[in-house]
């Protein structure tokens, strides 16, 4: 096929905000602090070694041994790990939940993304030191949302239930849904060592967030990955003066409402709460409120004076979660942080936060789209230039795909526009005839233009049902790769898990994503396997 790539903005997947975002419109820039071009990573780094406390390196490379210590990783993990202490040392991040078995084929794109950049910064910029970090979102409570993944069509559901931190909850019952998975993933070697990394990952670890962090450190700890488990209390020590913060002065409500104001004519993310803050424990994870003087955690009788929950926080700061609003504000804090890699969707809710990050000092990051994938198999490759369909042809909507498809195809002119036109200007010219004469006329002339046209469209609309019959077989064809490659009409890299590519692919899958993808270039990859 002529191209392996399109680029966001004519995938036709992405808003319209996150599209003026890409094409860096002027109404925008006052959301962001740096576009991510090669360039603007000088000034970052500048602007975050002068602001970011390095007080807090010693905790973080601490928390980060212990959450270490019972896996084993690479060398360059390792050094990495080690090299946080240094206070030229940078990190680039992603975050994901804790979805089972890595949920959708999108995990493996967003920490290649990091990987990669880091690897290209390391390059541009050599005095300074760049580590990739997956932040495992282990606070999150709606295990609704990761307690399942896709493959090769069938949905395996864990049935389990979880009201607190899904990184706590417990992994046992997992060894009946292995048993279901592993039979229908087969027998060959690349299926093998499939089931073996879900045994170690799943059934070898006492809860989620151990297992995800296994999962992810034995597919891309050779590259370096950094894994933290920010659900830790030596670490919300050092977010302790922005939990009070929260708290007394709620600056996140204020000021993210304002920004709101200015992306009216978008799709608004997410709304701030006047706390943007969880009460958590082992088995809950609830908001709180502030009414009539008193701090109250939703849903339960727990309840706090100004007095108290200061203390609280003071004294036991990991009780406090932070929200979808707060947390990156906690990732800047605690992360000497560059770069924020995700999706449009997270992209677009950290459009929100610049006025608050700059109310309460903290430098705001530089916001990176993700990269995004199509996998292709070669016999898929070879369908499409069969058919002689374009990428562009493949990421329209279907019906549209279908109706160019018989525009194309048709040996007759099924495009009535030219006829339209014709008819429109013949009625213009009898419509100046009639007011010249009788204007009661102009009614009646009105009324068949009307119906003529209806007779066309009509008319059109026949001649396209009659051709889509007559090419039934080949827009089948069609319609057929193209559900294979975008299942249930949505992008592949949502629906699918990596095991379904692994399975044909093995190891050299991940190779294959890191030889090819470059996240600065901010387009939709397509690769053939």
């Known amino acids: 096929m002529p191209n392996d790539c399109i680029s966001y903005q004519k995938s036709g997947y992405f808003t319209p905000l996150m599209n003026d975002y890409l094409d860096q419109n002027p109404k925008l820039q006052s959301l962001y602090n740096r576009f991510p071009t ?4 000088e000034a970052q780094i500048v602007e975050k070694q002068n602001n970011f406390n390095n007080s807090h390196r010693a905790s973080l490379v601490s928390v980060l041994q212990k959450q270490y210590a019972e896996i084993e990783i690479s060398h360059l993990t390792q050094q990495n790990i080690e090299s946080l202490k240094v206070n030229n040392t940078f990190t680039v991040t992603t975050g994901h939940q804790l979805n089972l078995f890595s949920g959708p084929l999108y995990f493996l794109y967003k920490i290649i993304s990091v990987i990669n950049l880091t690897t290209e910064l390391k390059v541009k910029y050599p005095a300074y030191n760049f580590v990739p970090i997956y932040w495992m979102a282990t606070e999150d409570h709606d295990f609704e949302e990761i307690n399942y993944f896709n493959f090769k069509g069938k949905k395996f559901r864990w049935n389990a239930e979880s009201t607190g931190p899904v990184g706590r909850l417990s992994t046992e019952g997992l060894a009946d849904f292995f048993e279901i998975f592993s039979q229908e993933l087969g027998s060959s070697t690349n299926a093998e060592k499939l089931k073996k990394l879900f045994q170690e990952a799943y059934l070898n670890h006492g809860n989620l967030a151990d297992a995800t962090r296994y999962l992810a450190n034995a597919l891309f700890s050779a590259h370096g990955l950094v894994i933290i488990d920010a659900d830790n209390a030596d670490l919300k020590r050092n977010f302790i003066p922005y939990i009070k913060e929260e708290l007394i002065q709620q600056t996140a409500h204020k000021k993210v409402h304002e920004t709101i104001e200015k992306l009216k004519e978008y799709t608004i ?33 727990i309840e706090f004076s100004e007095t108290e929950i200061l203390t609280l926080a003071e004294s036991n700061p990991e009780k406090f979660s932070p929200n979808v609003i707060m947390r990156p504000l906690y990732q800047e804090v605690i992360l000497p942080n560059l770069c924020y ?6 992209i677009a809710y950290w459009l929100e936060l610049k006025s608050f990050f700059d109310a309460v000092k903290i430098s705001f990051p530089i916001l990176l789209v993700r990269n995004s994938v199509l996998l292709a198999t070669e016999k898929q490759l070879k369908k499409a230039d069969k058919l002689n369909l374009s990428w562009n042809d493949l990421f329209s909507k279907q019906s549209d795909l279908v109706n160019n498809k018989v525009q194309i195809l048709s040996e007759i002119d099924i495009d009535l526009s030219l006829l339209k036109t014709q008819l429109q200007t013949q009625f213009s010219i009898l419509n100046e005839i009639t007011t ?3 204007p009661s006329f102009v009614g009646a ?3 068949q233009e009307i119906k003529q ?10 001649l396209l049902k009659a051709e889509k019959l007559k090419l039934k077989d080949t827009l089948t064809r069609i319609t057929d790769l193209q559900n294979e490659l975008f299942p249930n009409q949505s992008l592949q890299e949502r629906q699918a898990n990596f095991s379904e590519f692994y399975i044909e692919s093995g190891e050299h899958l991940i190779a294959k994503l890191i030889e090819r993808l470059n996240p600065l270039e901010q387009r939709f990859d397509i690769i053939g396997l």
Do not use: C, H, M
């Open 445 to 447: 002339v009105k009324a």
């Open 436 to 438: 010249k004469t009788d």
């Open 269 to 301: 993310q997410v709304n701030p709460r006047e706390i943007n803050l969880f009460y958590i424990e082992d088995n809950l994870r609830e908001r709180i409120i502030y009414e009539n003087g008193k701090y109250s955690v939703n849903n339960t009788k």
């Open 341 to 346: 890699i995700g999706g449009g969707g997270e």
């Open 453 to 462: 046209i209806k007779g066309l469209e009509n008319l059109e609309k026949r």
């Open 38 to 41: 090669f360039e603007n990573f």
